[in-house]
């Protein structure tokens, strides 16, 4: 069973440009969540995704949109790239909410983008 | 104010002491995680809570739903449990998910 795993590790891209990260899901968890981690802050949920649709969106603006595809991996991307995107963008996948069984989210190891 | 408010901020055991971190929240939840983050990032799910209790080794977690609040704790605690700890709600409508700004752990030998 494998878990979750992040794409690239690290970025490095220009105020303005677009990035995008990938993240593929935990075997048998169908749903996938990305969350931005400022230094020494906790994580911010960006939004989740369940069955190729977006069902949960936090406080980010529209230049955050996401897929996912058929078999479960998602891609995050951002446009227009600003300064304070500079964080850790990390994935997790789970089993939908209130299936039994699901015990709690698989987090990916993230991608360190740094925008200059 | 945070949705999430965790305490303390920061906390250095030696080892074999009992720890306990906090976590207060304020939205209606459906779950709390608490999760541990190593340094470079990488993040485990230790538990999933929406009611009671759970125990996994020398883990604890408790929450009391009509008080908001949970907590972590760890039992004779080593330096390989110096990590932050994250406590995260997902609320009940909306699937919306809140974080704690972490507890960061050092268990010295």
């Known amino acids: 069973e494998t878990g979750v795993t992040q794409s690239p590790t690290h970025l490095i891209k220009t105020r303005g440009q677009q990035v995008t990260l990938r993240c593929s899901s935990q075997s048998g968890h169908n749903t996938v969540s990305w969350y931005q981690q400022a230094l020494g802050q906790g994580p911010q949920f960006i939004f989740q995704y369940y069955r190729e649709e977006e069902n949960g969106r936090g406080n980010f603006p529209p230049r955050f949109s996401g897929l996912q595809f058929p078999n479960y991996s998602s891609e995050l991307n951002v446009n227009a790239l600003e300064l304070d995107d500079s964080a850790l963008y990390l994935c997790a996948s789970s089993a939908p909410p209130g299936i039994r069984g699901n015990y709690g989210y698989t987090f990916g190891s993230g991608t360190r983008l740094t925008v200059v | 104010k945070n949705e999430v408010e965790q305490s303390p901020q920061n906390l250095t055991a030696q080892e074999g002491e009992f720890i306990t971190i906090n976590c207060s929240y304020s939205?209606?939840?459906?779950?709390l995680h608490w999760l541990q983050q190593h340094p470079g990032g990488g993040i485990v799910s230790l538990f999933m809570?929406?009611?009671g209790k759970k125990k996994h080794g020398r883990l604890i977690a408790t929450i009391n739903i009509q008080e908001k609040h949970s907590s972590l704790h760890i039992t004779a605690s080593h330096p390989r449990d110096s990590a932050v700890y994250i406590c995260a709600v997902r609320s009940f409508a909306g699937n919306q998910f809140y974080f704690g700004t972490g507890t960061s752990l050092t268990v010295i030998p």
């Open positions: 939205v209606g939840i459906s779950a």
């Open positions: 809570l929406s009611s």
